[in-house]
């Protein structure tokens, strides 16, 4: 295995060695799967310190590039990025095949989609969710917390929340599978046509729960995302709060540059 981090460089030992590291990840010579050289093993390789072979690998964290598992030590990540594209998940034509948009993306990345049903039920809307709604903070909601998978690998948990006196009359809602294409065929079933959906994108470090929940490294980043679904009479009747494990994910939108 090749070490070609140069103290000639300028940058920090640490720096370079994560940068030699990322560099064999890329091009194979750590295969994915395998575990990356442990902090002796860089200290005797690149004759550094305990601690700057530690910040080594705690700098190789945030980039998706390796896992680390508590008392297993670090590992190269074998899956590849997710493709999200906007313009093609929300197609009325995945709906009518029976495809929900988390099911036509991952199976079009070459993936097999999965799902677990976390709860569906009543929910008071949140401040932010409730504004989205256009309803007081705290009204009664139905919420659908959903985990997805990818090749048996959690990428993103979901909770849509819907309008009661829209959900309360649509029994498949509160059911685990709603049926081809998702509640969003459910809805325009029930005559509520989407005219357009809109997103929110942050980025930021996970939290204690939401690493729990992902199978994710201790600070790895995570795309927040929070969409709205607007119908052609201009009222939202869901708003989906979407974490996603951000190494398995591009976000690929087309903005038409016309008025």
């Not at 601690?51 to 080594?56: D, N, Q, V």
């Not at 199978?215 to 974490?243: F, K, N």
């Amino acid at each position: 295995m090749g070490t070609t981090a140069s103290r000639d460089s300028g940058k920090p030992r640490y720096l370079q060695i994560a940068e030699d590291l990322a560099q064999q990840i890329r091009a194979g010579v750590l295969a994915p799967g395998e575990k990356v050289p442990s902090e002796s093993e860089l200290m005797a390789r690149y004759s550094v310190s305990q601690g700057t072979a530690r910040k080594a690998v705690a700098e190789l964290r945030p980039t998706g590039l390796i896992d680390t598992h508590h008392g297993k030590g670090s590992f190269v990540k074998s899956q590849p990025p997710v493709r999200r594209k906007s313009s093609d998940r929300f197609r009325r034509s995945h709906r009518r095949a029976g495809k929900a948009a988390y099911i036509a993306e991952t199976e079009q990345a070459g993936k097999k989609p999965g799902v677990t049903v976390l709860y569906i039920g009543p929910a008071e809307a949140p401040s932010d969710i409730a504004e989205r709604l256009g309803v007081p903070a705290g009204t009664q909601v139905l919420a659908r917390r959903r985990l997805y998978f990818s090749d048996g690998t959690p990428t993103e948990e979901a909770t849509s929340y819907l309008p009661w006196d829209i959900a309360k009359d649509i029994p498949e809602l509160f059911a685990e599978n709603p049926g081809g294409g998702g509640i969003y065929a459910r809805l325009e079933d029930n005559g509520h046509t989407f005219s357009e959906f809109t997103e929110t994108v942050r980025a930021r470090l996970a939290t204690k729960q939401e690493t729990v929940a992902l199978s994710l490294s201790p600070g790895s980043p995570i795309i927040h995302l929070t969409r709205s679904a607007e119908t052609d009479t201009g009222r939202v009747v869901e708003v989906c709060d979407t974490i996603m494990a951000a190494d398995q994910f591009v976000l690929d939108y087309r903005i038409p540059a016309g008025d």
